[in-house]
C-alpha cells in the first residue's frame, strides 16, 4: 500500500488535524510516524490467518484480480468466515467460472499469503460500523480508545485503511492512556510478585473503588497502583458517600413535588450552595468531554469536603434539625439538598455506577438512575456577585472558628455553642456588611450569639474576635444557650425559637 500515490500521506495528515487528541500531544506524536512511515507491505507469510484472496494460474503463475471473483469470494466469506479459504479447493471457490486471463487455463490454486493483522484491525471499522444492521452506529466513531502505543499500531492502520477506502478518519476523537504500573513505577510481572489483579481489589472494596481509581488516575501518563493508594482512594470515596447518606438521610419525607421553594425564594445560603454546584457541574462535565476524568473526582472530592462538609452541611444542622420542615427555612435548605443530591448521583453515575443506583433506589425512584440524563449546564444559574459575597464572609468566618479553636484548646469551652463571639471591626462598611446576614450569624459561625461593634482604634482592614461564654441557659432542644429558655411555663427548658417550632407543630 503506498502512502504517497494518489496523495494519501497528505490526505493523512490533513484528516490528522481534524481529529481531537486526547492527551493533545497525541497530535504531534501520530503526525511525525505519519510523516517518516514508508509504504505498507499488507502480506505475510504464516500458517494461518485472514488470506489475502487471489488465486494464481498453475502453470503460468498468473494472478487472477478479476473484481468479480473478489466478489463471490467476499460473499462466501461473509456466510462461512475466512476459513473458508483453508476448507474448499480452489476449483470449489471459484465454481469453474474463471480462468488465466494470461493464457486461459481453468487449472488455479490458491495463495498462501496472510493479510498483516495490523489491516485486520485497521479495517474493524468497516464491519462494526458500516455492515451493522440497522442506524444503531455511525461512520465515523465517536472515539477510539487505546494504549499510548497504539500510535503506532491500531490509530494508524485504521487511519491508513480508512483514507484509503473512504477518504477520512474513521473517529472523530482518539482517547490514550498510560500503562499501569505498580507503586514503584515498574512494570507488574509475575515473576517479581508485584501484580495487584482487578478481581481482588474488587473482592476487598468492591467494583466502585477500581472504577474511582482509574477516574481519579491522570491517564495521559504511566499510572501507578497500590494498596496504599486504594485505601487512600476508599477513605476518599468514603467521604463522598457519606455526604451521599447525610443529605440522603435529612430528605425523609420530603416530597420535591409539594415541598420544594422555587430558587428564588430559597435562603441566601441555599442559592449560594446551588450555585456552587452549577460550578461544580461545569467542571465535571467540561472534564467529561476533554477527556481530563482525574479532574472530575478531584472537583466532587473538594465539593463534598469544603463547600459540602466543611461550610454548608455543617451550618445546615441547626436549620435541619431544629426548624419545622414545613417552614420557609426547612424546605428552602431541603430543597437545596434534593437538587444537589440528584444533581450529583447523575453526574457520577458513569462512576460510581453501583453506589449511584443505590442511593437513587432510597430515594424512591422506580426506574435506573442510568436511564437519567446527565445534567444540563445552566450559566445563568450561578451568581458570581452572590459567590463572591460569600467568598468574603467565608474569610471572616475562618478566623472566628479559629478563635473559637484556641478557647476549647484552653478548656475555657467545650461544644461552640457554649460560646457567644464580639466582632470588632474598625470600618462601618465591614460592619455592615456582616449585618447584612443578620439573625444568621450565630448559626454560621456555630455560636449562640454574635455582636457586632465598630472600634475606630482597631486598624484599618482588621477584625478583633472576642470569644466568651455564652449568656442565658442551654436550650435542650436546640444546644443554642438563650435568656429566654424557661420563660414559657409550659416549655421551661426551651428557648424561645424552640417553643415557637413546637407549638406551631
Known amino acids: 500500500m503506498s502512502v504517497d500515490k494518489f496523495d494519501l500521506r497528505k490526505k493523512l495528515l490533513e484528516e490528522i488535524r481534524k481529529v481531537k487528541w486526547i492527551p493533545e500531544a497525541g497530535q504531534n506524536r501520530i503526525s511525525g510516524m505519519v510523516e517518516q512511515r514508508p509504504d505498507w507491505c499488507l502480506s505475510r507469510q504464516r500458517v494461518w490467518g485472514v488470506p489475502v484472496p487471489v488465486l494464481y494460474c498453475s502453470t503460468c503463475e498468473e494472478a487472477i484480480l478479476d473484481p468479480a471473483l473478489i466478489r463471490q469470494l467476499g460473499e462466501r466469506f461473509r456466510k462461512e468466515g475466512s476459513d473458508a479459504w483453508f476448507i474448499h479447493s480452489a476449483l470449489e471457490l471459484t465454481e469453474g467460472k474463471f480462468n488465466c486471463p494470461k493464457c486461459g487455463r481453468k487449472d488455479l490454486k490458491k495463495g498462501e499469503d496472510i493479510l498483516d493483522v495490523w489491516f485486520e484491525s485497521g479495517a474493524s471499522h ?14 465515523p466513531a465517536d472515539m477510539y480508545l487505546e494504549g499510548s502505543d497504539q500510535h503506532r499500531g491500531w490509530f494508524q492502520s485504521s487511519l491508513l485503511v480508512s483514507c484509503g477506502i473512504s477518504g477520512k478518519a474513521p ?17 507488574m510481572s509475575k515473576s517479581l510478585g508485584n501484580v495487584i489483579s482487578p478481581l481482588d481489589v474488587m473482592k476487598q472494596y468492591g467494583a466502585d473503588i477500581l472504577r474511582l481509581w482509574v477516574v481519579s488516575s491522570d ?20 467521604k463522598i458517600r457519606n455526604t451521599f ?5 435529612n430528605l425523609h419525607g420530603f416530597d420535591p413535588h409539594k415541598d420544594a421553594l422555587p430558587e428564588d425564594e430559597l435562603l441566601e445560603v441555599d442559592r449560594w450552595a446551588l450555585s456552587k454546584l452549577e460550578a461544580l457541574i461545569e467542571e465535571m462535565s467540561a472534564a467529561y468531554e476533554n477527556g481530563q476524568l482525574h479532574r472530575i473526582y478531584h472537583a466532587v472530592y473538594n465539593f463534598c469536603v ?39 448521583i447523575k453526574a457520577l453515575a458513569p462512576i460510581l455506577s453501583f453506589t449511584s443506583e443505590e442511593v437513587w433506589e432510597n430515594l424512591g425512584f422506580k426506574t435506573s438512575v442510568h436511564l437519567e440524563s446527565f445534567p444540563k449546564v445552566y450559566p445563568k444559574r450561578r451568581a458570581a456577585a452572590l459567590e463572591e459575597r460569600w467568598a468574603r464572609f467565608l474569610l471572616v468566618r475562618e478566623k472566628v472558628l479559629k478563635a473559637l479553636e484556641e478557647k476549647r484548646e484552653k478548656k475555657e469551652i467545650g461544644n461552640s455553642l457554649e460560646a457567644e463571639v464580639e466582632l470588632s471591626l474598625s470600618k462601618n462598611e465591614d460592619s455592615d456588611f456582616l449585618k447584612s446576614f443578620k439573625e444568621d450569624l450565630p448559626g454560621l459561625f456555630l455560636v449562640s450569639h454574635v455582636e457586632i461593634v465598630v472600634q ?14 455564652a449568656r442565658g441557659r442551654k436550650c435542650e432542644r436546640c444546644w443554642n444557650y438563650r435568656e429566654t429558655v424557661g420563660k414559657d411555663k409550659k416549655h421551661e427548658t426551651l428557648c424561645h425559637r424552640c417553643v415557637a417550632v413546637i407549638k406551631g407543630a
Open 456 to 469: 475606630h482604634e482597631v486598624s484599618d482592614g482588621e477584625l478583633n474576635v472576642v470569644v466568651s461564654h
Open 171 to 187: 473517529y472523530r476523537t482518539v482517547f490514550t492512556h498510560g500503562f499501569i504500573m505498580d507503586g514503584e513505577g515498574r512494570k
Open 219 to 238: 491517564t495521559s501518563d504511566d499510572i501507578r497502583i497500590s494498596t496504599d493508594s486504594l485505601k487512600r482512594l476508599s477513605e476518599g470515596y468514603r
Open 245 to 249: 447518606k447525610y443529605l440522603l438521610g
Open 306 to 344: 469544603r463547600e459540602m462538609s466543611s461550610f454548608y452541611l455543617d451550618v445546615l444542622k441547626d436549620r435541619l434539625y431544629t426548624d419545622s420542615k414545613r417552614s420557609v427555612s426547612g424546605r428552602s435548605c431541603r430543597t437545596a439538598l434534593y437538587e444537589i443530591l440528584t444533581v450529583l
Open 126 to 139: 468497516i464491519s462494526v460500523l458500516m455492515d451493522w444492521p440497522g442506524d444503531l452506529l455511525a461512520f
